[in-house]
């Protein structure tokens, strides 16, 4: 149970960067749900490295289901899906020499040297293409229970997206972007920002902001499963992700209860809160309210300027400059592996709920 | 596996607020480990509400181990740790207005109205006292393989503590107090702050920073399981926590990956990072450095201001006066419930590494 | 998880033979299930030892549910089951000399001498009161979906008891008794066997066959979690139980596949098959016939004849006598265990396939 | 959590008789295993249906691993095998005709007639090509560390071969034979008599007797996880297994205590039982005997004799003549899925006791 999550709908992930094949095993997905492939390639498609602001290595993330699907529905068992790599570049890496803010040393512990060091190894971002194919599906069944999810990127360095505010039209929206903010010239700005610090061989970090929309009150648990623990225990298998908040998060220390709490009103015959500070989660349980949540990924390890560390080899202090091709940000990437892992998690709650006929309503 | 949680050390959590008793049973801890019934005490007497900044409301926290403990040495076998409840007031709740940012609206969908209403059910924070009694053996156990653990109140609203600088004498200087700060004009400032909150019939939130030294470097996983989503999958079943962030968190959309990276080098004959930015953790695997997160607690939602409900029997807009009696603040109490969960989250992390025997040795 | 079972029913055992208390936690049944506490204890009952063939040991198995039931009703949070332990003799019971055919020397390795060896500690049978009282609700939950559960003694050495005939009957006429027989005068000539072993200071082992009647057909998995693979995993938590087998079991060596497989016709509107070597399972997957399997029950350990062991302290060879007070035969009472782990088991798949709001519908 | 099994070593199997490819990823195992790809070819031999007692079908079971091992070695990171289906007669299915005995009309209820009905789907045997691959390194990996399993066919119908003497030797002796007897004319008995089925378009089921030698005692949990409980999991993920007896099995019920009780002794300075009726087995937990247990297999259910089914569409009764290439026996191709699955079982039970270190070491 190390690449393995999910109790209703597990996954299995395997892979390296240069390895020859990545992918992963959907176990629990139910029979006769359409599988959209046109849309699992939409989703890639956003992930994918594009322009100035992304890494150079380009895989064209072509993948095959060979099993689990007949005929164009599910057939209830397993859903394997891989790809190939094909763009590796071996010879840029040497294993002698850690990268800082990267895996390397922590792994290098941890399997006694044998671990595949070339590109990040299993560690490489390259692994979330098989996530978000799989969230793909995940998404597509969420939507045709009315559930819809949206992410932006709500801050990088100085420059801030606005705030959802139109939930169903900012979800439509970010949706239709490749850099999604719900401002375009927050967004332009930081593309400019991004493209300016990989000419300077750096990379920025920036905040992901995410809403789902439809979910129905009472799913979750309390204590040990509850819907903050789940969702944070998928998030934070993306790589670069550092912190997540619910709701007003860390703003929280700064409220007074009479100011964070949200008050209960009738709407059009159903219950709402007035406010949704708590992000639509009260004691781990959904309140029908959207669910609002922030993620910050951290700038990307890997740049180009000159880094101190240590010759594993020798172990005598030196400089690395890396090589390869990279990205100078990634949350914008990451953005499409947040939705992904979300419906994953949702859709893992909803079923323990609903039971897996539900889903095939 | 809904109030259940931990792969090696498994935790069955049950019990009411104002039910007849409340527990948890400890599956997988190995045979052979001295049981400090005393040190269990201590644990829960700083959870206990004390002074004018909690509750009124006084449990004696009596424990009882009814199995798995043996000539005051763990048999191997389930420990089941109960404590009875005794000083309940269940005549101070109203089950058909659902209290703003409780649990109550939304348990009472998903339960479908069979809740147990009264003082939150098993959504209260009562239930934090078998955890930490829980923890407190954890924590004896890590402490013995030179594993130690403290968390100190950073900020109420406007009052700040200083950071952790001598980890070491910090983690102590924590654990020595019922208020932890580093700084003790800052907690006494926040005390006061919280009592003059609770003086005006409201309540406040803080934000905790916790250090774990003499973590070894190779522990937690790739994706799935990294030490960020296991221990965050811990820590977010404390009821009013909505944000937790690792190193820099979301300190990171600030920065540029020059800053962010920790360089390596050479200090005493071992590897460490010159900076720590990233927490302890790099790739989901610790490095050998010390551990450092940030959990938000939001403010006590029971506060006696008035507040706008709804009345679920007749389902109109209501006002509600909260009775009882309650925290204006209870983050210095969740304080040592982190400890706890971070104990056990990562003894169950370790024992996979190395094995049930390793503890006992 | 090592004393837990289940994935959306999760049971956590605690309790040693001469501990204080002995009880289950059981995770997962949804809210608005009427708890019929005489059920309970009926069932109970059926566990208990009476009469010559078993043990004189007197447990009253007043059981008490401290959490998880409100009004009558279960309130959708953990329920706990606890038993205090009040008729121990634990002078009866020596830890040097490991007893044939129990635990105790397993025990020893294990748990490395720390083991609680009093009446076999955790491994004691004692410890299947709890199960049978959370199995009560189980059974009694399928038996409001039209799903009954039988268990009659099949063999007891020579004696053999006839087959299951008219299944609906024949279920009522084994949960009507306390020595569950279908044939009586087989009943009595296996209990006057019994006591006749039991006055010989010796022991005897027996068959024990089970009947599920009205489980939908789909119900299961393909390979590792077949029907089968989860039955057994269930059923061989009895200490006692060293075989089981579904249908024909054994008996299709013996068979030809023409004789062997289950023709499939039409009655009533409805598949059936005309036999049922399969003994309702497919594939790992319920087919809509009986479910029907037979475990082996090992002849109890504990005899009062001479016994060969060895001293564990001075690791020679010695000559044993137990003390104490034991049942000539188990089988008997552990008939109501294998009812209800066999309800236990089937409900985790169910609400797996229907969703947990199903049960309560 | 369906078609996955293991808490330290997890597998999920994926694939369909006919889809394009089936295979097994399997997670958690250490770093630094050398892996034996020509010992995995060796024992995928073993399973291939070979002369006339098996199908005609030949698939060439070629595996590639595309993740994982790096350099000869396991990296530590989840291993995924995989195997093209080449040699599919699709045609021969028709899906509105249930073959008796088989999964057909059970997965057409489970999966409302989405189910790849081609070749039984993911039910077929096939799928076990990828779990005797993943068991390989399991076995090298307990061969490493002193345990060896043998497996032989002790009975086919009237036909018996004789018992485990000398286990070292006999072990080896199964493992150096594609049609495993210990006695060779009882092996050369069995091989005519399944051909004779055969050609009488019937088939055969027999007994596999295991042998696992050299287990260290102290391994396996009471209760739940029991040593059986999860060895007969594992073992019943394989499609035609109705049936496991451990040590004397179902011959406990002939028994007296006296005579089934294993009394200790000390030999050659360590504690063994005179007898092992109870398979190496006591309490859930491993004695440091062998291990026994005995498997019932039943006919192949393909067989080419006509019979009674419903068609699916019309709901009518009908006769049935199956087509294709089909095994008159199957038990001696499940020999080599028993060791596997035993080893994998057995592993996972390991490295909860030692840690995963111990594997590498």
């Given amino acids: 149970m190390k690449s393995v999550i999910g109790k ?52 064209k993330d072509e993948f095959a289901i060979t099993s689990g699907v007949f005929n164009g529905y599910t057939c209830g068992t397993p859903i394997h899906i891989t790809m190939e790599n094909k763009a590796q570049h071996s010879g840029d890496y ?36 098989p996530i978000v194919a799989a969230g793909a599906i995940a998404i597509d069944i969420l939507r045709s229970k009315g559930i819809t999810i949206g992410t932006h990127i709500k801050k990088c360095q100085h420059i801030e997206d606005r705030n959802f505010e139109n939930f169903a039209e900012d979800i439509a929206l970010c949706n239709s972007q490749y850099f999604a903010t719900l401002d375009k010239t927050a967004g332009e700005n930081m593309q400019q920002h991004i493209e300016a610090a990989g000419a300077d061989c750096d990379s920025v970090g920036g905040i992901l902001e995410t809403c789902v929309l439809g979910m129905p009150a009472g ?82 390890p890997s740049i180009f300027k000159e880094q101190n560390t240590v010759n594993l080899e020798t172990m005598e202090n030196t400089v690395l400059s890396i090589k390869g091709r990279h990205d100078p940000a990634i949350f914008h990437r990451a953005r499409v592996v947040v939705d992904s892992l979300t419906a994953l998690a949702l859709l893992d709650l909803l079923i323990q709920r609903y039971g897996e006929r539900w889903l095939a309503e």
């Fill in 8 to 59: 209703n709908i597990t996954l299995s992930l395997y892979g390296e960067s240069h390895g020859s094949a990545i992918g992963v095993v959907v176990d629990g997905l139910p029979a006769g749900i359409k599988v959209d492939t046109d849309f699992m390639a939409q989703q890639l498609d956003k992930r994918k490295p594009k322009g100035k602001i992304s890494t150079q290595r380009q895989e």
């Fill in 219 to 300: 799913v979750g648990e309390p204590y040990f499963n509850s819907m903050e623990s789940v969702l944070s225990h998928y998030i934070f298998s993306i790589g670069g992700v550092k912190g997540i908040e619910f709701g007003k998060g860390f703003g929280f220390a700064n409220l007074f209860g009479s100011q964070a709490n949200d008050a209960f009103e009738m709407q059009d015959g159903r219950i709402i809160t007035k406010t949704n500070n708590n992000g639509g989660i009260n004691g781990g349980i959904s309140n029908g309210m959207p669910l609002i949540f922030r993620v910050v990924v951290k700038p990307t």
């Fill in 94 to 129: 040497q294993p002698q020499f850690p990268r800082p803010g990267h895996a390397d040393y922590a792994a290098h512990v941890k399997y006694s040297g044998f671990e595949d060091y070339r590109g990040g190894g299993h560690f490489s971002g390259r692994l979330t293409a």
